[in-house]
């Protein structure tokens, strides 16, 4: 389920604190002060220059901060994966199955039957032209005239 990768190459250490240190500026540094009318915040913003620095300079320093980066999103993945799961279950298909259920639909007839002598049904008869021209395009016509 995880990546278990025992080394972090410098390349990823680099592309991580270029990323997160460029959206930590953009948006701290950017967004922020002209959202809350002027009233900027140094702190982020010189993590996010700190981040950039570092990643260019050394960033096998990005090391750790990377792993526990990585565990967090990890984590919130998971969470996140089974609250949208459930969301869309409880929503979407719990609600159509007790209809179906209610208004007794089986699509797949897999109600017993006990009239019945077999659950057998028989197909159409082939023909060799059908066979002849099995993966040939057919042509529809939506309405005719």
């Known amino acids: 389920m995880t990546d278990e990768r025992k080394e972090t190459t410098i390349q990823e250490l680099r592309s991580f604190g270029l ?5 930590f500026l953009s948006i701290f540094g950017l967004f922020v002060p002209f959202w ?5 915040n140094p702190w982020f913003s010189s993590l996010g220059l700190a981040l950039i620095f570092i990643a260019i300079v050394s960033p096998s320093i990005l090391k750790y901060p990377y792993k526990g ?3 967090l999103g ?4 998971a969470i996140n994966t089974r609250i949208i799961l459930s969301v869309i279950y409880f929503t979407l298909f719990a609600p159509f199955g007790l209809l179906r259920r209610v ?5 797949l007839s897999l109600r017993l039957d006990e009239k019945l ?3 057998r049904k028989s197909s159409d008869k ?16 939506i309405c005719s005239n």
Do not use: A, R
Not at 74 to 77: A, E
Not at 103 to 107: C, T
């Open 36 to 40: 809350k009318n002027g009233n900027w």
């Open 117 to 119: 002598d077999t659950y």
């Open 74 to 77: 990890g984590v919130l993945g």
């Open 126 to 141: 082939k023909t060799l032209i059908t066979w002849k021209n099995h993966f040939k395009k057919k042509e529809y016509t």
């Open 19 to 23: 990323i997160v240190g460029g959206v």
């Open 69 to 71: 980066w990585m565990f």
């Open 103 to 107: 208004f007794k639909i089986d699509p």
